[in-house]
């Protein structure tokens, strides 16, 4: 089965950048999601369709997707934004999830 | 904007069969290309896709749990449901219904959730 693979943890300093990768076989090939959990909430859509963001995401949210990996990046990372974040792609009509990454803004 | 809200019972016997409804409010459940979908989280843990409905009828369902899943839909009250047989303890986790919109080029993405439901799994 299709596994989408990200580190448990990053961590990064206010204002700086922060990236979080999400790898799979091909995964260039397919579209990527990209979601954000704050403890206790639902998760929201942050990226989709590879780069795309949806209406009322800041703009320091990026992302990228080319060959075996997927990248989600924050530019100029705010307090707000340390959450939990994972990738999605779609396998044969199922929905794969990543593992998830913990943002840490220290 | 739509809303979605799941409910049902929050604790469920071993070896019985977990039921869920997500109500949607706010559009309707028949119109758009929309996939209606569940994702449970066990506690301190990552999502893991359930299985969805299209309103065309078709279903998918993740392979793990296929054997146990039935997702159906309600046009006559906008709902759609859960149903997860003979469960363990394992199956304990806050359990989420989102909406997957299409945004074209075979590309969906989940853009609205629920708030979630806690489902304990003991006896």
């Known amino acids: 089965s299709y596994e989408l693979t990200q580190p448990p943890s990053v961590s990064v300093s206010p204002g700086q950048t922060a990236s979080i990768t999400c790898s799979g076989d091909?995964?260039?090939?397919?579209?990527t999601c990209w979601y954000q959990q704050k403890p206790g909430q639902s998760p929201v859509m942050v990226i989709y369709?590879?780069?795309k963001r949806p209406s009322g995401i800041p703009e320091r949210f990026s992302a990228s997707n080319s060959g075996n990996t997927a990248t989600l990046t924050i530019s100029g990372t705010q307090a707000m934004d340390e959450a939990d974040y994972y990738c999605?792609?779609?396998?044969?009509?199922?929905?794969?999830f990543g593992g998830g990454t913990k943002l840490t803004v220290l | 904007q739509v809303q979605l809200q799941e409910s049902g019972p929050g604790l469920v016997k071993p070896s019985q069969t977990l039921s869920l409804t997500c109500t949607v409010s706010g559009g309707s459940i028949n119109r758009g290309t929309y996939y209606w979908s569940w994702i449970r989280q066990p506690a301190g843990k990552g999502l893991e896709w359930i299985g969805r409905f299209y309103t065309s009828g078709s279903t998918n369902y993740n392979p793990s749990l296929k054997s146990r899943v039935t997702i159906s839909i309600d046009t006559s009250k906008n709902q759609f449901s859960l149903e997860l047989s003979s469960v363990t303890a394992a199956d304990t986790a806050v359990y989420y219904c989102?909406?997957?919109?299409?945004?074209?080029?075979?590309?969906?993405?989940?853009?609205?959730w629920g708030q979630g439901t806690t489902v304990t799994v003991s006896s």
């Open positions: 989102a909406r997957a919109n299409y945004y074209g080029s075979g590309s969906y993405g989940m853009d609205v």
């Open positions: 091909k995964l260039g090939n397919i579209y």
């Open positions: 369709q590879d780069t």
């Open positions: 999605q792609a779609w396998d044969s009509n199922t929905v794969i």
